[in-house]
């Protein structure tokens, strides 16, 4: 996708439909669009088969209002839940086999390296814990060693949420579900932890109980895989359907393991924390006194 993509030939505007229409005068594609104008704006994700009150959705919706370049960035994923919702995006979807996204993103990001010099391209994986921690952990793990240059978004629900309720190598310890029903026997997976003994150069953990918080959060591990190394998102979408909890409820619970277990925390390298230093500098110098960026 790119604004040139989205642009209508002169004469045939008003034959298109009226939601091509607004994506193209008032869509997210080379502007900048808070979430605070979320439901203000024609969003890049609007319609999804996903449960009434699921979590997943709300992070993916921020996540994708947050990408600093939505007409540049190119987003991979595989079976599992995330995949309904990405798959219905106005942004460049890849779905990858199970296992292997990071694979794909890693000679996806290095081809258009090569391929568009002069302007970055993001890359983002997109992906539950099954395909991340448990059948995809060798090649995140080699993405990573590697310091292959982007995002990896683990939407962590704690277990395999589209394929009946098995246990994952994140669902806590204890944890009782349909196809666990005397509870899951060993710990929940330290990946942040994995991730910092791999040299990752910013790394994250997230509720999606704050919009604000989740979207800087994003925005900032793009923007840092773009310049110096893989940066990893750890982000608790639960799954209401398979725990059981009310729709209701769901931000309740967000809030009660946000509290409990899933506190917001993140981790630079020191690369990594001198380039978001020199960044967070030069956008200071070019916003108003209205906070406003000055032409």
């Known amino acids: 996708m790119s604004l040139e993509t989205i642009r209508v030939a002169p004469g045939f505007k008003e034959y298109l439909p009226r939601e091509y229409q607004d994506?193209?005068?008032?869509?997210?594609?080379?502007?900048?669009?808070?979430?605070?104008?979320?439901g203000s704006f024609?969003?890049?994700?609007?319609?999804?088969?996903?449960?009434?009150?699921?979590?997943?959705?709300?992070?993916?919706r921020t996540a994708i209002v947050a990408l600093p370049s939505l007409e540049n960035t190119v987003i991979i994923g595989t079976a599992g839940c995330g995949r309904l919702v990405l798959s219905q995006t106005a942004v460049p979807f890849i779905y990858g086999n199970y296992g292997d996204t990071n694979a794909v993103a890693s000679g996806l990001k290095r081809g258009l390296a090569i391929r568009f010099k002069d302007k970055p391209k993001d890359v983002v994986v997109m992906a539950?814990?099954?395909?991340?921690?448990?059948?995809?952990?060798?090649a995140v793990m080699h993405s990573w060693f590697?310091?292959?240059?982007?995002?990896?978004?683990?939407?962590?629900?704690?277990?395999?949420?589209?394929?009946g309720g098995q246990e994952s190598g994140m669902t806590q310890r204890g944890a009782i579900l349909k196809m666990a029903p005397l509870g899951k026997k060993f710990e929940k997976m330290d990946m942040m932890g994995l991730a910092k003994t791999a040299g990752v150069a910013y790394i994250a953990r997230v509720v999606p109980t704050n919009a604000t918080r989740v979207?800087?959060?994003?925005?900032?591990?793009?923007?840092?895989?773009?310049?110096?190394?893989?940066?990893y998102v750890q982000a608790y979408t639960s799954c209401n359907i398979e725990y059981a909890i009310p729709t209701p409820k769901v931000m309740d619970d967000a809030r009660m393991i946000e509290q409990q277990r899933y506190g917001f925390s993140e981790y630079f390298t020191d690369?990594?924390?001198?380039?978001w230093e020199h960044y967070e500098r030069e956008r200071r110098q070019v916003k108003g006194p209205d906070g406003e960026s000055e032409d």
């Open 23 to 38: 994506l193209v005068d008032d869509g997210p594609f080379g502007r900048e669009r808070k979430v605070s104008e979320v």
């Open 42 to 60: 024609k969003e890049a994700v609007e319609e999804h088969p996903m449960c009434a009150g699921c979590a997943m959705t709300l992070f993916i």
């Open 128 to 138: 539950g814990d099954g395909g991340l921690a448990d059948i995809g952990f060798s």
């Open 146 to 163: 590697r310091k292959e240059r982007f995002t990896t978004v683990m939407l962590d629900n704690e277990v395999y949420g589209n394929t």
């Open 215 to 231: 979207a800087n959060t994003i925005r900032k591990a793009v923007l840092i895989a773009r310049e110096v190394g893989p940066t």
């Open 271 to 275: 690369e990594a924390k001198s380039y």
